[in-house]
């Protein structure tokens, strides 16, 4: 049975679409003891996420009394805001996080462990294992596994007689051919330090040799430090684009609204942002833009092939503090959504690329199937191992370094510092 | 009425202010000499105060808390006086300016932040694109992503949104003058500048006092708009202790330290405020 998810239907708020809905859902959860509100705390979505408003919609038409509650928070300020929140005493049942949080959230035990709860084979592999600490399962992934490509404008290749770069040397070639015009070769929103990260994710792809997610271990654990060489190399080679000057001066008084109107008006080639901004911007379909897709060129020579940083869309857990029937409902509503069918409905409507379930085939388009075919080379975001305090001096420190405030040597020593604070404060690296 | 028979008078507000402000002030304190982890019975500990005295950061931050605290006084105590002294005329439109000047102070400032935030933004912002179509690009600076000016830059917005409030208090001043004495002056000859230097500042001393306290302690506690416009940024020129303890507490979630920044900061500004009010006094004496 077909879930009819259309804007339309859910505009209508149609009986028929959640009539349907509700016979596709028949062996979920029906009848459970649990009746009232269940609180799921979420971070905001641009676009918003309609499939997960209409599954949510479909459930509560099957399970009458039970009423899934949502907040919002921006993904900048959700740890903040879900701190508060849970000093609060407020009732968390389900948390809807960045695969970093669920994890920081995973280790103080706040997290139920799901392994024996939930069938955990319909996902694929690399999508479960972003939930996963110490071999068990606290958070299943959502919707689709997306990440941080290179967003390109073809439009502006074409114009210039340009092609897609390879290497940094054809990137530093295209920074020769724009200059005189008013495009930039990359735009970002460098007032957000939340961004910076995902550059050194990038390059440390390249400068670890593909290793990037095991060398973190490494790190965390002691058998490495941040001051080895190919760490330096990462953070060297993002601070080498702003003193190329393919990263402007300009982008550290830019956030992501400034960062989109740039890219949109076609003053700028290159956009490292998370692919959720592809549905926004074939909405938008601007004149001054032919929407592609790429990696990193090669920055180096050294074998190591161009990887992204990525993840799930979100990881859902919930609240091992709550009380059994509420877990039962929370379990039962996470089934639901994370089913083939509300999954095949979540990456149509949002426009994702790759779906976390195993048997759902992806959505079409021609920059959406270019992103399926590059997401084999989808790499973890490595801060979602990191202790928050070694992402912060990343953040700051990248920052600082693309606007030539310091140096990859000092920012590594910052890191390590860092880390070496926390293990003298008892901190152990769990995987 | 006897105290006693005051006290059920004053009671309730008196609850409302200790749970509200007194109640959590002395949580704070007491969290701050316990663990990160707010585990209330733990024993207190000054590991906190140790760790805060060899902070660098947060000390870089206080001074950027001073920084703000002398430009933003002087901004707005200044330009207040000086519209104060404009507003107090008896002219056309008088009521209607006085509006204008006082509304960015109703104004929220996440609302304040964010569109500044935008107008002063280097590339797409109205400021610079102004100054590029008056031909005077050269003026075009990046007043928000460049180290030197992001703190002027956060300077001048809270300045343009709290002169108004500051204003208002230099009105009820000059309004509450004798006029007997300005009439006894140019009498006597006195021109102008005389009258304004001789009686008009000496007289209005204390108003200008109770603006500099206002400003002053609202500087040590500046969080919002530096928040909004810039977090901090761009490499933590406009930090301050507020993004600090906002950082610890709830990114790295150090309740424990976070307590003991707030209650430092706590006592620098109830240092400040006691010097403050004892110059006020020196003033009102005078």
Do not use: C
Request: hydrophobic share 50%.
């Amino acid at each position: 049975m077909t879930i009819r998810l259309t804007r339309r239907n859910y505009l209508l708020g149609t009986a028929a679409a959640i009539a349907t809905a509700a016979l596709g859902r028949a062996g979920f959860a029906a009848g459970l003891a649990y009746q009232g509100d269940i609180n799921m705390y979420s971070l905001v979505r641009t676009p918003p996420d309609d499939a997960l408003a209409a599954l949510i919609e479909s459930f509560q038409a099957d399970n009458p009394g039970v009423a899934i509650k949502t907040t919002s928070y921006p993904s900048e300020t959700d740890v903040a805001l879900m701190t508060a929140a849970q000093k609060a005493g407020e009732a968390i049942d389900i948390m809807f996080l960045n695969g970093q949080d669920l994890r920081r959230y995973a280790i103080d035990g706040t997290r139920l462990q799901l392994d024996d709860k939930l069938a955990l084979d319909r996902f694929r592999p690399g999508a479960l294992a972003t939930g996963q600490v110490n071999g068990k399962t606290f958070g299943v992934p959502y919707s689709s596994i997306s990440g941080f490509p290179l967003i390109a404008n073809a439009k502006i290749l074409t114009d210039h007689g340009l092609t897609m770069p390879k290497t940094y040397a054809d990137l530093l070639a295209i920074r020769d051919k724009l200059a005189g015009t008013d495009i930039k070769v990359f735009t970002h929103p460098g007032k957000n330090i939340y961004l910076w990260p995902v550059w050194f994710f990038t390059t440390f792809g390249q400068t670890s040799g593909n290793k990037s997610v095991e060398r973190t271990a490494e790190i965390l654990s002691g058998k490495g430090k941040f001051t080895d060489s190919d760490v330096v190399a990462g953070l060297d080679a993002i601070f080498q684009f702003g003193k190329d000057g393919l990263l402007t001066q300009e982008i550290f008084s830019m956030d992501v609204p400034q960062s989109l109107a740039e890219f949109a008006a076609g003053r700028a080639l290159f956009w490292m942002h998370h692919e959720s901004v592809l549905a926004e911007l074939m909405k938008q379909a601007p004149a001054a833009v032919t929407l592609d897709v790429t990696l990193m060129p090669l920055l180096a020579e050294g074998g190591a092939h161009a990887t992204y940083p990525g993840g799930p869309s979100a990881i859902i857990g919930v609240n091992s503090g709550a009380t059994a029937d509420r877990q039962a409902a929370s379990i039962a509503f996470i089934d639901w959504i994370t089913s083939d069918q509300a999954n095949a409905a979540a990456v149509k409507f949002n426009n994702g690329t790759v779906p976390v379930n195993t048997a759902v085939a992806a959505a079409g388009g021609p920059v959406v199937d270019k992103m399926v075919v590059l997401s084999d080379n989808l790499v973890t975001y490595l801060d979602w191992n990191w202790p928050p305090e070694v992402t912060h001096v990343f953040q700051e420190g990248i920052q600082a370094g693309v606007g030539g405030q310091t140096t990859a040597e000092q920012v590594a020593a910052d890191a390590q510092a860092a880390l070496d604070k926390l293990v003298a404060a008892g901190y152990t690296f769990k995987n | 009425m006897s105290r006693l028979g005051a006290i059920p008078w004053i009671a309730p507000g008196l609850v409302l202010f200790f749970v509200f402000v007194q109640f959590p002030i002395l949580l704070q304190v007491w969290m701050s000499f316990g663990p990160d982890s707010m585990d209330m019975t733990a024993a207190p500990s000054l590991r906190h105060y140790v760790e805060l005295v060899h902070d660098r950061k947060f000390g870089t931050a206080l001074g950027h808390n001073v920084h703000f605290a002398i430009a933003t006084v002087i901004g707005k105590v200044v330009l207040a006086f000086a519209l104060a002294l404009a507003l107090n005329g008896d002219f056309r439109g008088r009521l209607f300016f006085r509006g204008v000047f006082f509304l960015p102070v109703v104004i929220s400032f996440v609302a304040i932040g964010t569109i500044w935030g935008f107008m002063l933004q280097y590339q797409l912002g109205a400021v610079n694109g102004t100054l590029r179509a008056m031909g005077l690009g050269w003026l075009a600076l990046d007043w928000l992503g460049s180290g030197r000016l992001a703190m002027w830059s956060v300077i001048f917005v809270d300045i343009w949104k709290w002169t108004g409030f500051h204003v208002v208090i230099y009105l009820a001043g000059l309004q509450s003058l004798p006029r007997d004495l300005y009439e006894a002056a140019e009498m006597d000859g006195a021109s102008a500048f005389q009258r304004f230097r001789d009686i008009t500042m000496p007289l209005m001393r204390r108003y200008t006092m109770t603006n500099v306290i206002i400003a002053t302690l609202g500087a040590f506690s500046v969080f919002d708009v530096i928040f909004i416009m810039t977090k901090g940024g761009p490499f933590n020129s406009t930090q301050v202790a507020m993004t600090q303890i906002y950082l610890n507490a709830f990114q790295f979630q150090r309740f424990g330290y976070a307590s003991a920044q707030a209650t430092a900061l706590l006592a620098i500004m109830g240092a400040v405020s006691i010097v403050l009010l004892r110059l006020s006094q020196r003033v009102d004496t005078q």
